[in-house]
């Protein structure tokens, strides 16, 4: 069980997954920060985490299965600019929001088994992110129904999003780095 690097994937995971920086591409938006890298990284942190995710492999395929259908959902956007998405991603967001939620779960076990005094700030992550991934399936949801009308809230989500996955790396990586320490 290499715990450190677990964590390290996950909090890479959350940048991924999290952050999107847009490139316009003849018509097609393309994410150079792709949600299927992250969901890749969480998929490789299952097994890292050892005992903290052993009875939820449920959570390993669902980040594999996550991690497959963004990357056709990317691909997507790229070559079929047009094709309308936006239940897709509401889909995906509500599936996220459930994945997170389990893994915060794990992450303040983690953090709780090593005495660590970031368990209280990953539990305020935890409900911090499940209210990123509800604002995204929200924003996704309307922007399917309503044009261009919630761009500003789209782009206020966005910077959200942003700093909760600068707060979550920063977070774990303080985390590791205390687990770290008393490991040796």
């Known amino acids: 069980m290499d715990i450190k690097k677990g964590l390290t994937y996950v909090a890479f995971g959350f940048l991924f997954t999290l952050v999107n920086f847009n490139l316009k591409y ?8 792709p949600d299927f890298v992250g969901w890749i990284l969480f998929f490789l942190a299952y097994d890292k985490l050892g005992d903290y995710l052993k009875d939820k492999t449920y959570l390993k395929w669902m980040s594999l299965g996550l991690a497959i259908f963004t990357a056709v959902e990317w691909i997507l956007a790229i070559v079929k600019p047009d094709l309308d ?41 935890k409900y911090f992110n499940i209210v990123i991934y509800a604002l995204f399936a929200i924003a996704a949801l309307l922007s399917a129904f309503v044009d261009e009308k919630y761009a500003v809230l789209a782009l206020v989500f966005g910077l959200a999003a942003l700093v909760a996955a600068i707060i979550t790396c920063v977070v774990l990586f303080k985390l590791n780095k205390e687990i770290s320490e008393k490991i040796q």
């Open 26 to 33: 003849n018509s097609a938006a393309v994410n150079i920060v």
């Open 85 to 125: 998405l936006d239940i897709v991603k509401t889909v995906v967001d509500i599936v996220s929001m459930v994945y997170t939620f389990i893994l915060f779960g794990a992450l303040e076990k983690i953090a709780h088994d090593y005495n660590s005094d970031k368990e209280s700030t990953i539990r305020i992550l």
